[in-house]
């Protein structure tokens, strides 16, 4: 078994510490938006990766998923032998301008980014392109020819799981209904949330044209219906304006489209105050945070879609690795690699600008509810389960 060691210096204001032994890491480095980890880590006897350095930009630590990515992605990545870089920009597109020119600055030999605004990387993109460093979108696409692979989820396949989840759970095949609907979506920044709210919709939209689905409020195009950084206070304001102006006379919103959790958490605290209806709005989400978590042990939130972070950092690794040994790159990466989960290389489906296809490797999603949370969730060793029944993410 190998060991590593690892030695932590502090940049910026904040200092993290990682340790990995065993072939797995003991300690999880929590640099915080207010400065950069970089965290170099070595071998016993020097490492297959030859000390090559690893820029990792996430976007944010207020969103729960973006922690949990950007450990698992400096875990693995320090496990294989290679230094890292660890950065998250807190929602600042200069801050992550910023934070990535700095890797650059420091020699990284690879970055893997997960952009805050997809489009507005362009200069900092092209740095990178002429300094010959390869780039890995990571999650969301960035806009820019650059960038040398994409690995995220089946973002669609998100929404049309969403989408499908309510048809299901107000069995509108069978039901004349009407029922009423209001429909949240992400941030307009991120290249993911049409995709989302675009699969969603696509499941969606016969109800609403045969009069089984019908949004109260009329809000039902992606601009309308989008949330600023995906923030949970932006998304509760606009449900408890939806609720005071729709739905105040007693109609009854009977289910809610959010694309992820932490929209979802803010329409339901809009549900929880300020609706005056008593039914359980079906709610859907995505990621699997824990504070939603609780919500749907606690019926509050109906389904999230999980998208297990960890398996996307161990694509990213692989891919890296392949890249910086100079591999060909295509399905065979998927078929050598020997993962236990499902991914497809999809060469059709993003475009970094027109007419310029990303190679995409994308890991399939998957539903969540109260009823197979522990099967999907704790018998796979993602999140323990306390006492009351509620997950906490394994560390
Ligand atoms: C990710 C989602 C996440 C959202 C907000 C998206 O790009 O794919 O998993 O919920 O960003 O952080």
Redesign the pocket.
């Known amino acids: 078994m190998k060991k590593f060691l690892a030695l932590t210096l502090a940049l910026g204001m904040t200092a993290s510490l990682a340790a990995c032994g065993g072939g797995g890491t003991t300690s999880t480095p929590a640099p915080t938006d207010a400065g950069a980890a970089v965290s170099e880590s070595g071998g016993e006897g020097g490492s297959a990766s030859g000390g090559q350095k690893i820029g990792i930009s996430m976007?944010?630590q207020s969103?729960e998923?973006?922690n949990r990515d950007g450990s698992y992605l400096d875990q693995q990545f320090q496990a294989a032998g290679y230094e890292t870089i660890v950065t998250y920009s807190d929602n600042d597109t200069n801050r992550q301008v910023n934070d990535i020119q700095n890797m650059i600055a420091e020699d990284v030999d690879l970055l893997v980014v997960?952009a805050i605004d997809g489009e507005a990387l362009n200069t900092v993109m092209n740095e990178a392109g002429e300094a010959g460093i390869p780039i890995i979108a990571y999650?969301?696409l960035i806009m820019n020819d650059n960038v040398s692979y994409y690995v995220?989820?089946d973002?669609y396949s998100?929404g049309t799981l969403q989408g499908q989840y309510i048809v299901d759970a107000l069995d509108l095949e069978n039901q004349a209904g009407p029922f009423n609907i209001e429909l949240t979506a992400?941030?307009p920044a991120?290249?993911?949330?049409p995709y989302?709210f675009n699969g969603a919709m696509d499941v969606l939209q016969k109800y609403i044209d045969d009069g089984k689905l019908v949004v109260v409020s009329g809000q039902t195009d992606f601009d309308t219906v989008a949330t600023a950084a995906?923030d949970s206070q932006t998304a509760m304001e606009r449900a408890q304006n939806i609720l005071a102006s729709y739905y105040a006379d007693g109609t009854q919103v009977d289910a809610w489209l959010c694309?992820?959790?932490?929209?979802a958490l803010g329409v339901t605290q809009a549900i929880q105050s300020d609706y005056a209806g008593s039914n359980s709005v079906i709610i859907t989400g995505?990621?699997g945070?824990e504070a939603n978590l609780k919500n749907i042990v606690d019926g509050v939130q109906s389904m999230t879609v999980y998208?297990a972070?960890a398996n996307e950092a161990v694509v990213t690794l692989d891919l890296a690795q392949a890249i910086l040994n100079g591999d060909t790159i295509d399905d065979s990466l998927i078929s050598n690699s020997g993962w236990d989960f499902e991914c497809s290389y999809d060469t059709e489906s993003y475009a970094t600008s027109e007419g310029h296809n990303c190679p995409s490797f994308l890991l399939v999603p998957d539903v969540v509810t109260a009823d197979n949370m522990v099967e999907k969730l704790v018998d796979t060793g993602y999140y323990t389960q306390d006492a009351d029944g509620y997950l906490q993410a394994a560390g």
């Open positions: 976007p944010t969103l998923r973006w997960a999650d969301r995220s989820f973002n998100v992400g941030d991120d290249n993911n949330a989302f995906w694309s992820n959790d932490s929209t995505q990621d945070d998208k972070v």
